[in-house]
Each structure stands twice: as structure tokens, then as C-alpha cells.
């Protein structure tokens, strides 16, 4: 398999993209800056422990609207990590910006989170079981195709990678699982709107995405044996993929920032590369309508 990795030796955080670049980030592959550190301040290396976390919450959140959430301590602290965090986001903003110029008018921001949890550690049903291939789909949350762009940076400060597994192109994995699919009903999908197991209409894409997720997951031989290769991203690196197409597992590492974003499909470079389009090709038909009654 040819790496689905691509490197960049860019220290800026302001580096010009490439045509080849976004080519590679809109068909799967992901960007890795190797040199790109986010630099944490002396003040802020007490915040690098794991007790820092709410116990209840899964990650430290930044809201849109700049309020914290699943960090304990005083205000001292929660004012120190909201502006660590405020920092990254900023920073995140500023590549993304200067890599995908066409995609900032787009763009819809999501929470902030900081991750200090060893990965190693969690205890998690498979479902939700992040070391192993998946593409990201959120059962409660349909997005009718919109993609999922994420910015990683590896903070940890006693120099260990945070290593990923990234498996084989998105279209590839899709003609092995979706012949696997359940059908789709949208009388089931109005139900569970209406009980508000999702918070709007399930689409058939979402279902379908779902279905790659969970299939991908469910499949130890999959797992195993699917073409894939072990990438250590070292402490002071940053990365870049579309999470819902960018085939990966998340093996070992901790203390580790992350930024998400939200794209409309119609709004990529390449439109025909995205996961919405892939799906309505291969499976002849359109897959995000939303029903009007």
C-alpha cells in the first residue's frame, strides 16, 4: 500500500499550501509536520497530569463560545488551561487558514478539547474502542455528508509519540464493508429522531457511515491483516487529516491537543473526493436528502 502519510518539514505555522498537499488531505491521506510544535509555556507544563481531568468527563473541552468544560482546580488553573487552549485553537485556525484558503468562508468551528488520559488505559466497549481502524461517524449526531477536519498536536512532556495505525484509502475500505451494510430504513430513522436517540434525521449516508464504522471495528481479521502502517507522531509534532475519511486507530500516547472543524462537502477543492461522493458512487444514488415530512 502506498503511505497514506505525507510529511512536511515546515516549522510555520503559516506555511502556503500546495496543490499536491490538499490533493493528498481531500483523498484520505494525512499530513504530518514533524517540526511543528505548539510550545507549552513554563507556566502552563503544571497542567500537563492527568488529574487536571473532570473524572466524569472524557476530555478538557474549550466551547465555541470560550467556556471550559471536564477540568478540575481553582480559577487560577481553569484560566490558565482556557488560555493554553485558546492559544492552540488559534494556531490551528492560522494553518488551516493558510494551508485551505478556499475553505475558511466555510469553515464551522467546534469545540477545543485537551486530551491528558493515557490512551493505553481506557477501558471502552469495542464501539467506541479507538485502537482499533476506523473513519469517524457519531451515531447521535448526522451531519449529511459535512466533512470532519482535525488538527493534532502532541504535547507530551517526557518526549513520547502518540502512534496511530492508518489503514488503506477510504473507497477501498468502503467496497469491502459495504456490501456488509444493513439496509436502510428511513421509518427507523424518523423513530429514532422522534425518541431523540439522534438529535435530527438520520440520513442514509450517516447510516452508511455507521455502517463502515461499526463494520470496520466489529472485524478482528480486518484489523489485523487490512493493509495499514504504525506511525509514531513524535512530541512537538502536529498533524492534519479528515477524520472521516482518514482510516486510523489511535494506539498509545498522552497529553495531546485537538482542533475540530466542520466542512460543507460542496465547498472541497475537490468535490468528487469526499467520502458523500464516494458513497453515492458506489452505490448509485443520492444519499443525503433530508425527508420534508
Not at 104 to 121: G, I, K
Not at 144 to 169: K, M, S
Amino acid at each position: 500500500m502506498e503511505s497514506q502519510v505525507v510529511r512536511i518539514e515546515s516549522r510555520d505555522w503559516s506555511v502556503p499550501g500546495t496543490d499536491a498537499w490538499r490533493a493528498a488531505l481531500e483523498g484520505g491521506k494525512v499530513l504530518f509536520f514533524p517540526n511543528l510544535a505548539f510550545e507549552v509555556q513554563p507556566d502552563e507544563r503544571a497542567l500537563l497530569r492527568p488529574d487536571i481531568r473532570d473524572p466524569g468527563a472524557r476530555n478538557i473541552s474549550l466551547n465555541v463560545d470560550g467556556s471550559l468544560k471536564g477540568a478540575v482546580g481553582d480559577a487560577t488553573t481553569q484560566a490558565q488551561l482556557t488560555a493554553m487552549i485558546t492559544r492552540f485553537r488559534a494556531q490551528a485556525l492560522g494553518l488551516i487558514e493558510a494551508l485551505l484558503p478556499h475553505y475558511t468562508s466555510a469553515l464551522r468551528l467546534a469545540p477545543t478539547s485537551y486530551r491528558p488520559m493515557q490512551v493505553e488505559s481506557r477501558q471502552q466497549s469495542w464501539r467506541a474502542d479507538d485502537r482499533r481502524l476506523h473513519v469517524d461517524a457519531f451515531p447521535s449526531r448526522p451531519n449529511y455528508g459535512e466533512r470532519i477536519l482535525r488538527v493534532f498536536a502532541n504535547v507530551n512532556p517526557d518526549g513520547a509519540p502518540r502512534v496511530w495505525r492508518v489503514g488503506e484509502p477510504f473507497e477501498a475500505m468502503a467496497r469491502k464493508f459495504l456490501p456488509r451494510a444493513k439496509p436502510y430504513s428511513a421509518w427507523q430513522a424518523k423513530v429514532l429522531q422522534a425518541l431523540r436517540v439522534t438529535k435530527s434525521f438520520r440520513s442514509e449516508y450517516d447510516h452508511l457511515m455507521l455502517q463502515l464504522h461499526d463494520g470496520m471495528k466489529g472485524d478482528l481479521e480486518y484489523q489485523r491483516t487490512s493493509p495499514q502502517e504504525t506511525v509514531p507522531f513524535p512530541a512537538g509534532s502536529v498533524w492534519v487529516c479528515f477524520s472521516d475519511q482518514a482510516t486510523h486507530a489511535v494506539m498509545s500516547g498522552q497529553y495531546m491537543l485537538e482542533q475540530t472543524l466542520h466542512l460543507p462537502a460542496s465547498h472541497a477543492y475537490d468535490r468528487e473526493a469526499s467520502p458523500l461522493a464516494i458513497l453515492t458512487r458506489l452505490t448509485g444514488r443520492p444519499l443525503h436528502g433530508v425527508p420534508t415530512a
